[in-house]
T-cell receptor
């Protein structure tokens, strides 16, 4: 079974530029999460999708961050314009189907490391 | 927001020794999970313990949960160099998402 795919693995941009990250979850996983992990900290949830609908985006800085999952499969996270404090690893995770109720094991991708100069 | 807080922040042990790390949280949970993250990689699920369970084992891992104290511990026995990683606890508060702590960095010396 293929894992969660993310790209690019690394990205370096200047502040005020834009960047996009892509995630393809494990086939059949309806729930998809984007987490931000700043160096030395734990992952912080940005947004949660159930199929192509947003379940929770309360911690997404909507003035600069956007995310979509148009066909309920792969997802894109965009930052525009980027700030220095956006330097972090952006992790995508998915949850197997049938996970209503207590959240089960999440499957994570390798992450996309963003450096904003 | 981050719920779990791991203690200690960092731990250095000799190969073959046991490593213990703790996690405390603030509000009631459905389950608590532990994940491992090797440097520059994604997180890998280790073990899940439900709120009605007190102890769980998986290979060299032992997890305990004390809901009265809102705390959990992860014990890695007979540590190996390959156990060098950051370990995170994650809590499910009945909202279909996990909140992660800041993690414990474990270094196993050969």
């Amino acid at each position: 079974e293929a894992g969660v795919a993310q790209s690019p693995r690394y990205k370096i941009i200047e502040k005020r530029q834009s960047v996009a990250f892509w995630c393809n979850p494990i086939s059949g996983h309806a729930t998809l999460y984007w987490y931000q992990q700043i160096l030395g900290q734990g992952p912080k949830l940005l947004i949660q999708f159930q199929n192509n609908g947003v379940v929770d985006d309360s911690q997404l800085p909507k003035d600069r961050f956007s995310a979509e999952r148009l066909k309920g499969v792969d997802s894109t996270l965009k930052i525009q314009p980027a700030k220095l404090e956006d330097s972090a690893v952006y992790l995508c995770a998915s949850l197997p189907p049938g996970s209503r109720g207590p959240t089960g094991e999440l499957f994570f991708g390798e992450g996309s490391r963003l450096t904003v100069l | 927001s981050q719920q779990g807080e791991e203690d200690p922040q960092a731990l250095s042990i000799q190969e073959g020794e046991n490593a213990t790390m703790n996690c405390s949280y603030k509000t009631s949970i459905n389950n608590l999970q532990w994940y491992r993250q090797n440097s520059g990689r994604g997180l890998v699920h280790l073990i899940l313990i439900r709120s009605n369970e007190r102890e769980k084992h998986s290979g060299r891992l032992r997890v305990t949960l004390d809901t009265s104290k809102k705390s959990s511990s992860l014990l890695i026995t007979a540590s190996r160099a390959a156990d060098t990683a950051s370990y995170f606890c994650a809590t499910d508060h009945n909202d279909y998402k996990l909140s992660f702590g800041a993690g414990t960095t474990v270094t196993v010396r050969a």
